[in-house]
């Protein structure tokens, strides 16, 4: 029995320490000049890169040494803010887009090419290594034609090296294995505070079940404090791309629950106790775009499963990102839930591809309240990550405060009766609102049941970032059908500023040499201006 039980507790942690992949790479670590080292280009999409395993969803999750012959080696930029940059083979410079994949990795569109990798780690049972200067094996494509036989592996090194980061492993997760207590305490703490706008309660369902299971629910990354999202520095946001940020023309209330009377979005789902919710939330996110592209024609389920058993961009249920679920859908296809080949992986007879993904912003840090709401206006809803405690799980109805910053302001925390542990989970943004009492808030929908909350759904702030709720919103354009027609709004988006930006410094670089010539001293206070080869 005693061998039983050390054998399951054994498994337990195994699964436990690897929800998420445990490195942790900030953008500064890996903003800069960097090699990649190809192969050649002239696979088909399912090639294989590294001589790890091919489970994607347990062990090494498929990252390890390169398995291909590097063919030649290419040097790009990674600058401020999402600004990519390389040369061709004449020399002539090129510019693309970058964004950094939370802290685990990185894709970069440059040369009507992407490329993308997880940033390289070692662990061990009691810290990470995360070697920020290296990738592990990734991919290399045309960004145009996903489908055409020119895929190829790279791996690529920062210029200069660097140092290994070394993050201690704290997590106990034994705890986890404890039955859930009733957090009455709580409950009662919310219900009676002036200030809070919101309602707790304690769910009958949560009875019996182990903290691993609702940590389960909540994302299943339970997560070392150096890698919470509100612990996470962001590049500064910079405004390249002019975006629209004023609201005022959009309505106070927007729900795409009810626009003109119809209803786009998906019934609730209940995830179960597979850390399955970035697969879920996006695919459901995914088919609402579906039905307001086809006015409800099309109302679809894309299962899940395939996302789970067959990407080889996320971990399975163990966790991923949205973003990745998008590449993965633009790449490969998504299944219709009821399809007979839902479960079969490398099957090229897909029913939805997508157009574009990106994080709202155009990089993970270029985020605000305002274009997401014009985001979702435009498009449909959209899936962001929060960070969820032990307040969120006894979340009834209003609309939810970050309790725990609040109490850590405050230098008073209240005593829980459970060791709940931070977790990241996905969900979907299908609306916002206002009022009086209850200020500026998202509509948010969760993946846990018709049960919890408002029938299935919460209110949260808006415009603060509570939960860190507004920290990477992922976008997905969907095209039905097994072709896709790829477009990069981003992409096209940061070209034009460049290029105005690019010829705005060089006119004013020309006037002031001008001005010097002519013995005309500069006396407006302006800084320096920069030379066309600087920019």
């Given amino acids: 029995m005693n061998a039983i039980l050390l054998l399951g507790v054994g498994f337990f942690l195994l699964n436990a320490a690897q929800a998420d992949l445990p490195n942790h790479c900030l953008y500064s670590q890996v903003s800069g000049a960097w090699t990649f080292h190809l192969s050649k280009a002239d696979k088909a999409k399912h090639e294989k890169c590294s001589k790890a395993s091919s489970d994607f969803g347990n062990g090494d999750f498929g990252l390890g040494e390169p398995d291909y012959d590097v063919h030649q080696s290419v040097k790009v930029h990674l600058g401020t803010p999402n600004i990519a940059k390389m040369k061709d083979e004449s020399g002539k410079e090129i510019v693309g887009t970058w964004t950094m994949i939370y802290d685990e990795g990185f894709e970069v569109r440059i040369n009507k090419m992407k490329f993308f990798a997880f940033s390289k780690y070692k662990q061990t049972s009691g810290s990470t290594k995360s070697y920020c200067h290296q990738t592990f094996p990734g991919w290399y494509h045309s960004s145009e034609q996903p489908d055409k036989t020119a895929w190829g592996c790279y791996h690529g090194t920062k210029d200069g090296g660097g140092e290994a980061t070394e993050h201690t492993n704290t997590l106990n997760m034994l705890q986890l294995e404890s039955t859930y207590i009733p957090e009455h305490d709580l409950v009662a703490k919310v219900n009676s505070c002036a200030s809070c706008k919101w309602k707790a309660k304690v769910y009958p369902q949560f009875a019996g079940k182990k903290l691993s299971e609702l940590h389960s629910m909540g994302g299943m990354r339970v997560v070392e404090e150096y890698k919470q999202m509100k612990k996470m520095a962001r ?18 209330h927007f729900d795409w629950r009810n626009v003109d009377g119809e209803n786009y979005i998906n019934p609730v789902m209940n995830q179960g106790s597979c850390g399955s919710c970035y697969a879920t939330s996006s695919l459901d996110a995914i088919a609402s775009r579906v039905r307001i592209q086809t006015k409800n024609k099309v109302k679809p389920h894309y299962s899940v499963d395939n996302v789970l058993q067959c990407s080889e961009y996320s971990q ?10 998008g590449k993965y859908v633009q790449d490969f296809g998504a299944k219709m839930q009821s399809a007979t080949d839902a479960d079969t992986c490398k099957s090229d007879k897909p029913s939805l591809r997508a157009q574009d993904y990106y994080y709202i912003g155009g990089y993970y840090g270029g985020s605000t309240a305002s274009n997401m709401m014009h985001e979702l206006h ?16 006894h979340y009834e109805t209003g609309v939810l405060l970050d309790m725990e910053e609040g109490e850590e302001a405050e230098e008073q925390k209240t005593a829980m009766k459970n060791p709940w542990m931070p977790t990241t989970h996905a969900v979907v943004i299908v609306g916002w609102g206002e009022s009086d009492d209850l200020g500026k808030y998202w509509v948010v929908k969760n993946s846990w049941g018709k049960s919890w909350g408002e029938g299935g759904y919460f209110k949260i702030e808006r415009g603060t970032n509570a939960h860190a709720i507004e920290s990477k919103p992922i976008a ?14 981003y992409l096209q988006m940061m070209m034009v500023a460049y290029k105005e930006r690019q010829a705005a410094e060089t006119s004013k670089y020309i006037d002031e040499q001008l001005r010097e010539s002519k013995g005309v001293k500069s006396g407006d206070g302006e800084s320096a201006n920069l030379s066309p080869s600087q920019i």
């Fill in 235 to 252: 590049a500064t946001p910079i405004e390249l791309i002019q975006e629209e940020t004023d609201t005022s023309a959009l309505p106070k």
């Fill in 316 to 325: 399975g249920c163990n966790g991923g990102y949205g973003y990745l679920v």
């Fill in 378 to 393: 435009k498009n449909g809803p959209f899936v962001v990550g929060f960070n969820t405690n032990g307040w969120v799980y």
């Fill in 476 to 489: 997905i354009i969907p095209e039905v059908g097994n072709k896709v027609e790829v477009t990069d709004q």
